[in-house]
């Protein structure tokens, strides 16, 4: 692991949660001293849900994730860390079939029912031999820790990073646990991000998938650090049923309402450190767009500025260099007037009616500046339509991490 | 000025053009020691034609250039280096009315043929008086070389960039020059760019402008830093018909295609001296995409990669990290088939039909990334669309230069 990120945060107490087995393993996929594969076994009746990656070029786990989750039923899960097996064509096919296969022989379940990951290097095959080896360690393992899991799926990250939550649902109380590695690559619609939720609650799958895109259209596809979007983002939800609450199919279910939140929570939390975990990142950017066309503009708007090198360059150098954001506005393709437009720091506008503000004291600003969270607002003065979207700033750690990763 | 870029080149000795007397003076539109106003005077009967940023937070310069442009006629040119003028709201528009207003006073001709631009920091309006004494004093001024005017307009350029061309044109040898600045905030759709073309030409300015706009849609709309647009950008070709050809009209006229080839050699030459000159650039990258299903479609998979931070900090760290080219080639948002794709480094097929290619043999393209111009090509296999795009790397110096430009 690099340095710990400046804005890293403590990995959270996390429950069990009856029904999910995590063990970790080595399978030697990169030379070094650190388990690298993770095997998450899941009760038998688990109900999964998932987003992936809409990059064209995606993984042949990608796939498979997107073709199996169509079943809704889930037994186990497999994360290999350090190489990607992107882009490696027939011979990565036969690597996750070879996993595929190991995995529904040993607990006697369909290959449909198997998810597997891969992060790391793209184009290089995942060697099969050392799959098999390592799934066979893992087999035999005992049952780990969620850091220890955490830790196991990450590559470049330098903090572990979890989320916990809980609902009462059905006079149950449900348990959500998620964990997410991903700091580089990051990009709306998912990002070199590999995400996975595990509760209690006994949920449907469908609609499972219609709360976790929900939550993933709010949380995930908000968050960016350098406007890449990775070949083989997954978020898997997995749902064990062991809290024995009546199964939840719809949101005229009792506490529906409450697991829907504690989801979107959980998928906040983790895109958020996502983002703390930035490649480089100093600061934590958030960026709220108000007065928009519609909210797909705003958002749009909240992107083009969370990916202007210039503006997080600028934030990176603690400079009240509003004038960027104007730029970036104006870049984005969206409607938006310049002589209607406002924008702020935290709560002090520096701009608006397409002018610096009268009032604009640029003292408080360069003080907020200074600190690791900062707050950019920008209003179009246009309509109702609003977002919110999370980043980082861009400094000589992005450089220094970026120009020196394969070699 | 920084140091200068290491892709530099040097300024070309560039001819007089008949009816173009360039002339430069101190504004002190900042506390810099330096000329920072230029001052082109065009003689009666010039006409223009001009190509303006995208980017609808605007300037007034690029409103007034956008509508003075219709009339086709321009008498003269000022830029002010420094301070942009751009998101200053009425303010803004006073200083542009009161320059505009001096010079069409001094040269007796109408508002409408004078071309305002300023290029700087955005948000702080233009000092109405220090322009007017700028004038003054640029009015009574000696004429000056094309290098001294180029460096006058330039901000953060590193170094003066200068381009020239002939034709021949029914009979009569015809000049072009150009001059540019700009090294951040570039993109498609223009960039930090102010430049400026001037010939002897007689043309007609519907056709000038015809010609213009294809040029730049090949040239300067294929050129990318950093992915930002700015709200100045401006190119104005200026033709004083002093070499008394017949004026062209159309590609009909005798040396249309001379000339046509010529103004879009100008473009070029200075489209590739902004990259060169791109923030912190060590590498000139030209990215060539064949085989995409439009030439549409290729120039935005072309920009998707160059406008990539994984590829550009991949070729900043020599590292044939080709993968994060079949990413960006995937986040393009276009047809693409991951099983069909091939990439390369100048001519060495690094990958082909979905994978590592057979042949493959990192050495020589070791060698080739060890160089200072890089040339990456992407087959997407799928149609006949082709588009050549160009940036450069991201490096070090693109943070320094960008954390730390205004305070």
Redesign the interface.
Same mark, same amino acid.
């Given at each position: 692991m690099s340095a710990k990120s400046p804005l890293a945060v403590p990995f959270p107490a996390m429950p069990a949660i009856a029904g999910v087995t995590p063990r970790i393993a080595r399978a030697h996929y990169k030379e070094w001293d650190r388990c690298d594969l993770t095997f998450v076994e899941l009760t038998e009746g688990t109900t999964v849900a998932g987003v992936t990656t809409?990059?064209?070029?995606?993984s042949t786990e990608v796939e498979l994730c997107r073709e199996n989750v169509k079943g809704g039923r889930a037994r186990a899960l497999v994360v290999n860390a350090g190489n990607?097996n992107? @882009?490696? $064509? @027939? %011979?990565?096919r036969e690597a996750v079939d070879a996993i595929t296969s190991q995995v529904a022989a040993h607990l006697g379940c369909p290959h449909s029912e198997v998810f597997v990951s891969s992060t790391g290097?793209?184009?290089?095959?995942l060697p099969k031999d050392k799959a098999q080896a390592g799934l066979h360690a893992v087999f035999n393992a005992e049952p780990c820790s969620w850091e220890d899991a955490t830790n196991t799926i990450g590559t470049t990250d330098t903090f572990a990073k979890g989320a916990v939550a809980s609902a009462m649902v059905d006079g149950k109380r449900v348990e959500l646990v998620g964990i997410i590695k991903g700091s580089?690559?990051i990009?709306p619609d998912m990002a070199t991000m590999l995400g996975y939720i595990f509760t209690d609650a006994a949920i449907e799958p469908a609609f499972l998938q219609q709360l976790l895109s929900e939550a993933n259209r709010k949380t995930f596809n908000c968050i960016t650090v350098?406007?890449?979007?990775?070949?083989s983002d997954t978020i898997l939800a997995f749902a064990t049923g062991k809290a024995e609450n009546a199964p939840l199919h719809s949101f005229d279910d009792a506490g529906a309402d409450a697991f829907a939140a504690a989801l979107h929570d959980v998928c906040r939390q983790l895109a958020h450190l996502v983002v703390r975990d930035g490649e480089g990142a100093q600061k934590f950017i958030e960026i709220e767009v108000t007065g928009a066309v519609s909210d797909d503009s705003a958002h749009r708007i909240g992107l083009a500025i969370a990916?202007?090198?210039?503006v997080k360059?600028?934030i990176?150098?603690?400079?009240a260099?509003?004038? %960027?954001v104007?730029?970036?506005?104006?870049?984005a393709?969206e409607?938006?007037? %310049?002589?209607k437009?406002a924008i702020r720091f935290a709560d002090k506008w520096v701009?608006q009616? $397409?002018?610096?503000a009268d009032s604009y004291d640029e003292a408080p600003v360069a003080e907020h500046l200074k600190g690791q969270e900062i707050r950019i607002g920008v209003d179009i003065g246009l309509g109702s339509g609003t977002a919110t979207i999370w980043t980082c700033d861009?400094?000589?750690g992005?450089?220094?991490i970026?120009?020196?990763?394969?070699?």
């Open positions: 809409r990059n064209v070029c995606c990607s992107a @882009f490696t $064509g @027939f %011979r990565g290097v793209i184009g290089v095959p580089g690559m990009a350098d406007s890449d979007t990775s070949t990916n202007s090198p210039l360059t600028a990176a150098g603690e400079d260099n509003w004038g %960027r104007v730029m970036a506005v104006g870049k393709g409607p938006a007037d %310049r002589d437009l701009a009616a $397409g002018l610096a861009l400094t000589h992005y450089i220094s970026n120009a020196d990763y394969r070699s």
